[in-house]
């Protein structure tokens, strides 16, 4: 059963900074690019951030570029988003995903003000 699930949201004040992590299980996850949407009230779903099976290339939104950094653990089947300098327009509720096979998680809250 493919499985993600994602932990470490919360509330910060502007110019905070918040790690979330996400947990994959029922793939075989080096195999897969694995990636970090969110979605505001109101607002579609944004890709923020995409890492290689590998975790050799990354890619990002221009929203978020310089700011957050997905990395990936592929011995304990782990992605991260490492958020910096976040802003009151990052909060949303934030989504791992396995974009090959569609699974996404319940997703975590993130919520920036002071």
């Known amino acids: 059963q493919v499985q993600v699930v994602e932990s470490g949201g919360g509330l910060v004040q502007p110019g905070g900074s918040l790690r979330l992590s996400c947990a994959a299980s029922?793939?075989?996850?080096?195999?897969?690019?694995m990636s970090w949407s969110r979605q505001a009230p109101g607002k579609e779903r944004e890709v923020v951030a995409v890492?290689?099976?590998?975790?050799?290339?990354?890619n990002y939104a221009d929203s978020v570029r310089g700011r957050f950094t997905i990395s990936r653990d592929n011995t304990r089947n782990m992605v991260y988003l490492q958020m910096d300098s976040l802003k009151p327009e990052d909060s949303a509720i934030y989504y791992c995903s396995n974009p090959s096979l569609g699974s996404w998680g319940q997703g975590t809250q993130v919520t920036v003000s002071s």
């Open positions: 029922g793939f075989i996850f080096s195999q897969y690019v």
């Open positions: 890492i290689s099976a590998l975790g050799t290339n990354t």
